[in-house]
């Protein structure tokens, strides 16, 4: 039976430093590292070794998924890489401290820019320092200037549906490196989650959550590999 393996990368350096991230690139800190060692030697010690790997265009969670494969010894098998497994992105925030924007702006404010499911946060300026769409890596892809959780699903779910269901249908046991935001599309395809929800579902970084499928890749489990 298929089986798919979600992991939300480790901690990276705009976690620890509490700021606004989405699309920007950055790296794991040494916590972030370990994490992700953790959880390959997890999959290692548990036998649940991924035969396929899928990740976004971000280094955090491109790091993650290497570092987990060379701990269970697993760093051959094929890799995609999709910008539409980015985490969404978090507009004219980006870059800002998550406690100084409460500061200014109020916690209801805020709390409505994290964790609504359909209003995006103020989107990011045209020239702004965090504008990416000039970035070699999304030539021909129309970068958002601003995403809400229902505006990420929204292409996380085609791309899961496309590049790996057909994968899945095979019967091989997936791996997905991705993003807080992006694992929540997933999760909430995957396991019926209504919109209200999904945004208090928190996916921490680094724990492997198991999905096993039946042939019509229907959820029949879901489990922290931690917890089995
Ligand atoms: O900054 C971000 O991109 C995300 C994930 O770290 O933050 P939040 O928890 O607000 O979704």
Same mark, same amino acid.
């Given at each position: 039976?298929?089986?798919?393996?979600?992991?939300?990368?480790?901690?990276?350096?705009?976690?620890?430093?509490?700021?606004?991230?989405g699309w920007w690139d950055?790296?794991?800190?040494?916590?972030?590292?370990?994490?992700?060692?953790?959880? *390959?030697?997890?999959?290692?010690?548990?036998?649940?070794?991924?035969?396929?790997?899928f990740t976004s265009y971000q280094t955090?969670a491109i790091?993650?998924?290497?570092?987990?494969?060379?701990?269970?010894?697993?760093?051959?098998?094929?890799e995609h890489k999709d910008w539409r497994l980015n985490e969404r992105h978090?507009g004219?925030?980006?870059?800002?401290?998550?406690?100084?924007?409460?500061?200014?702006?109020?916690?209801?404010?805020?709390?409505?820019?994290?964790?609504?499911?359909?209003?995006?946060?103020?989107p990011l300026?045209k020239g702004s320092?965090f504008d990416l769409s000039s970035d070699p890596r999304y030539a021909g892809v129309e970068v958002p200037d601003s995403e809400?959780?229902?505006d990420t699903?929204a292409r996380v779910l085609p791309y899961y549906r496309e590049a790996i269901?057909?994968?899945?249908?095979?019967?091989?046991?997936?791996?997905?490196?991705a993003h *807080?935001?992006s694992?929540?599309?997933?999760?909430?395809?995957?396991?019926?989650?209504?919109?209200?929800?999904?945004? *208090?579902?928190?996916?921490?970084?680094?724990?492997?959550?198991?999905?096993?499928?039946?042939?019509?890749?229907?959820?029949?489990?879901?489990?922290?590999?931690?917890?089995?």
């Amino acid at each position: 039976m298929p089986r798919l393996i979600l992991i939300r990368h480790g901690q990276s350096e705009w976690n620890l430093a509490n700021r606004f991230t989405g699309w920007w690139d950055v790296g794991l800190t040494d916590k972030g590292i370990a994490e992700a060692q953790a959880a *390959g030697r997890l999959l290692a010690v548990k036998g649940m070794l991924p035969t396929v790997a899928f990740t976004s265009y971000q280094t955090r969670a491109i790091k993650t998924l290497c570092l987990a494969l060379e701990q269970c010894d697993r760093l051959w098998i094929p890799e995609h890489k999709d910008w539409r497994l980015n985490e969404r992105h978090y507009g004219g925030l980006t870059g800002l401290d998550k406690q100084q924007t409460r500061d200014r702006h109020g916690d209801e404010q805020v709390h409505i820019w994290r964790r609504s499911f359909d209003t995006p946060p103020p989107p990011l300026e045209k020239g702004s320092e965090f504008d990416l769409s000039s970035d070699p890596r999304y030539a021909g892809v129309e970068v958002p200037d601003s995403e809400s959780l229902k505006d990420t699903i929204a292409r996380v779910l085609p791309y899961y549906r496309e590049a790996i269901e057909p994968v899945l249908r095979q019967g091989e046991t997936v791996i997905i490196s991705a993003h *807080g935001n992006s694992l929540r599309a997933l999760v909430k395809h995957l396991s019926g989650i209504s919109d209200d929800e999904i945004t *208090g579902l928190e996916i921490p970084t680094g724990q492997p959550i198991v999905y096993e499928l039946d042939d019509d890749l229907a959820a029949t489990d879901r489990y922290y590999l931690s917890e089995r």
